[in-house]
Nanobody, 115 residues
Framework: VQLQASGGGLVQTGGSLRLSCVGSGNIFSVNAMGWYRQAPGKRREPVATMTNGGVTNYAESVQGRFTISRVNAENTVYLQMNSLKPEDTATYYC??????????WGQGTMVTVSS
């Protein structure tokens, strides 16, 4: 399974970015896809996840600013990030939870929010 993430970059405070992630390979069935992030010197943390049934879960810090969406048939997940803050600066990783309970990770895409 390969996950290809894109869409990161440099943006000013208050700006927006849209991350994309496409899965390929031996993806026979997916339970959920999502996004995590890791800032320098910090642990990786969940940002947003969405199950195949459309149930979403957001970190409290991004509620109301970030929106996750998926195209299940294409194993694709998006993260629309609005009203970005400097504390959102991190490397963002997409994830795919396969039906056999294995989790796969994308390569990461860097998001930098300048103040």
């Amino acid at each position: 399974v390969q996950l290809q993430a894109s869409g990161g970059g440099l943006v000013q405070t208050g700006g927006s970015l849209r991350l994309s992630c496409v899965g390929s390979g031996n993806i026979f069935s997916v339970n959920a896809m999502g996004w995590y992030r890791q800032a320098p010197g910090k642990r990786r943390e969940p940002v947003a996840t969405m199950t195949n049934g459309g149930v979403t879960n957001y970190a409290e810090s991004v509620q109301g600013r970030f929106t996750i969406s998926r195209v299940n048939a294409e194993n694709t997940v998006y993260l629309q990030m609005n009203s970005l803050k400097p504390e959102d600066t991190a490397t963002y990783y997409c994830s795919l939870d396969r039906a056999d309970n294995l989790r796969f990770w994308g390569q990461g895409t860097m998001v930098t929010v300048s103040s």
